[in-house]
Each structure stands twice: as structure tokens, then as C-alpha cells.
């Protein structure tokens, strides 16, 4: 069975950092591409980036919106995908969560959320 | 503003029929794969439809995807009251070299 477990969410303080983990099982973790989709209080999803797999790279996409902030890396021998927040900002406060990508977000863990407050 | 658009909401009546329409540009719908996923309250998303039109194990085939040109619509029949949900298309965008969804659509089973 496919479980994603995304952790390290928590309060922070605007111009901080933080990092979050998705720890993958029950599937081949260095196979797939892996994402970050985070959903803010009563909104919509938002696309933040994602990870390909070694096989095609391993390089990153990301959003406008978090470009040059955000930065997605994978340790395979682990499986675990990791996206590092920097500079914080108020508006990044969401649900982070880290669908598997294979052309579509087919698998989803239960999230984690990130508070950017002073 | 979201770069595909949908109805904010939809509703019909139990055992009814319902579309929701995604609408983008050929960026991306226009040139990508569709895929619809549905959230129920406090829960994360699940994936609905994939490749425009596939259904993952699980997916009743009660829901059904289609795309024309830079459209794409979720068609859902039989209505259930636990269809009630958030229903969100998504796609590539090529230009923005970027994942994009539409705003969602909340369905209302009356």
C-alpha cells in the first residue's frame, strides 16, 4: 500500500525557515517523480514544485511563486522528499502536501501545516 | 486568479447528472493531460481521472473525463450525497513550465 506521511510543519515566524519531510512507502521511492502541492486556509490547491526521479535528472520545477525561497530535494536511499522554505512569508501559510507525480498527482498524504505568523 | 477556470459551484439532485467544465488555454489543457481529483472536507485531495479520461482503480464509472481543444469537462452521474466534495482539474503548463489547477468547484447534492 502507498503511504506518504508529510511531517515538520509547525508555527513559524515570517523571514524564517523550516523544512518539511514526506517519507514514502510501499513503493519503489526512487522510480517516481515527487511533488509539493500546498492549500491554503479555505482556498484552492496550489501547484509549489516538484522532483524528477535520477533516472530523468533528478532536477526541479517550481513555482513563480516560491522560486529562488523554496528548494525540493529527495534522498532515495531514504525515501524521503524534503522541501526547504526559506524567507517565509504570511501568505505561505498552508496545508503543505507531497502528492507522487507521474503526469498526474496520484498519491497523497494527509499533509502537514505550516503557520507563518509573528 | 487561477490559470484554469472553473464554476465555483454545481448542484443537482440525487441520482442526477453533473458536469463541471475546466477551461484553460492551449498551454496547457490545450496540449496536456487532464486530471480531475475530488476533496472532501479536512481531507486531502484524491485523484478522480487521469489522462483526460482514465479512471484509477477505485473510480466508480459513474465519473467520466473528456477534453475538447482547450477544455475539459467532469461528468458525474448517478448522484450520490457523498459526491459532495471539492473538485479540482489540473494539468501542465507549458509556457510557465509549471503545474497548474483550476480554482475548484464545491457540488451540492440537494
Known amino acids: 500500500e502507498v503511504q506518504l506521511v508529510e511531517s515538520g510543519g509547525g508555527l513559524v515566524q515570517p523571514g524564517r525557515s523550516l523544512r518539511l519531510s514526506c517519507t514514502a512507502s510501499?513503493?519503489?521511492?526512487?522510480?517516481?517523480?515527487m511533488s509539493w502541492v500546498r492549500q491554503a486556509p479555505g482556498k484552492g490547491l496550489e501547484w509549489v514544485g516538484f522532483i524528477r526521479s535520477k533516472a530523468y535528472g533528478g532536477t526541479t520545477e517550481y513555482a513563480a511563486s516560491v522560486k529562488g525561497r523554496f528548494t525540493i530535494s529527495r534522498d532515495d536511499s531514504k525515501s524521503i522528499a524534503y522541501l526547504q522554505m526559506n524567507s517565509l512569508k504570511t501568505e505561505d501559510t498552508a496545508v503543505y502536501y507531497c502528492p507522487r507525480y507521474g503526469g498526474h498527482f496520484d498519491y497523497w498524504g494527509q499533509g502537514s501545516l505550516v503557520t507563518v505568523s509573528s | 486568479q487561477s490559470v484554469l477556470t472553473q464554476p465555483p459551484s454545481v448542484s443537482a439532485a440525487p441520482g442526477q447528472k453533473v458536469t463541471i467544465s475546466c477551461s484553460g488555454s492551449?498551454?496547457?489543457?490545450?496540449?496536456?493531460?487532464v486530471s480531475w481529483y475530488k476533496q472532501l472536507p479536512g481531507t486531502a485531495p484524491k485523484l478522480l481521472i487521469y489522462?483526460?479520461?482514465k479512471r484509477p482503480s477505485g473510480t466508480p464509472d459513474r465519473f467520466s473525463g473528456s477534453k475538447s481543444g482547450t477544455s475539459a469537462t467532469l461528468g458525474i452521474t448517478g448522484l450520490q450525497t457523498g459526491d459532495e466534495a471539492d473538485y479540482y482539474c489540473g494539468t501542465w503548463d507549458s509556457s510557465l513550465s509549471a503545474g497548474v489547477f483550476g480554482g475548484g468547484t464545491k457540488l451540492t447534492v440537494l
Open positions: 489522462e483526460n479520461n
Open positions: 492551449s498551454s496547457n489543457i490545450g496540449n496536456n493531460y
Open positions: 510501499g513503493f519503489t521511492f526512487g522510480d517516481y517523480a
